[in-house]
């Protein structure tokens, strides 16, 4: 059974950093991706970033490209997302995604994601 659990959530001040975890069961990573999602309340959920965990290359969304870096740790089978220079418009529910079928590249197209945690609040503010 497909599992991901996120962690990591916080309230932190502007400018501050935060470390989100993604902590994969029911399969490992490989020839699959994991994507960062958020979402506010009464706004479409929006792609953050994904990583390739077949070869680790990631991709970001504009609006984070810079401050938010991918990552992942086959070992503990777990994603993370560092985030730095965080912002009030950041604050938002952070859910991380599991892609499962063995792709060219992968994106942050929702419809391509098969299993979905339950999601992390990240609010940022003075």
């Known amino acids: 059974q497909v599992q991901l659990v996120e962690s990591g959530g916080g309230l932190v001040q502007p400018g501050g950093s935060l470390r989100l975890s993604c902590a994969a069961s029911g399969f490992t990573l490989g020839v699959n991706a994991v994507g960062w999602f958020r979402q506010v309340p009464g706004k479409e959920r929006e792609g953050v970033s994904v990583i390739n965990n077949d070869d680790g290359s990631p991709y970001y969304a504009d609006s984070v490209k810079g401050r938010f870096t991918i990552s992942r740790d086959i070992a503990k089978n777990t994603v993370y997302l560092q985030m730095n220079s965080l912002k009030p418009e950041d604050t938002a529910v952070y859910f991380c995604?599991?892609?499962?079928?063995?792709?060219?590249?992968?994106?942050?197209?929702?419809?391509?994601?098969?299993?979905w945690g339950q999601g992390t609040q990240v609010t940022v503010s003075s």
């Open positions: 995604a599991a892609d499962l079928v063995a792709r060219a590249s992968y994106d942050l197209q929702e419809e391509f994601y098969q299993y």
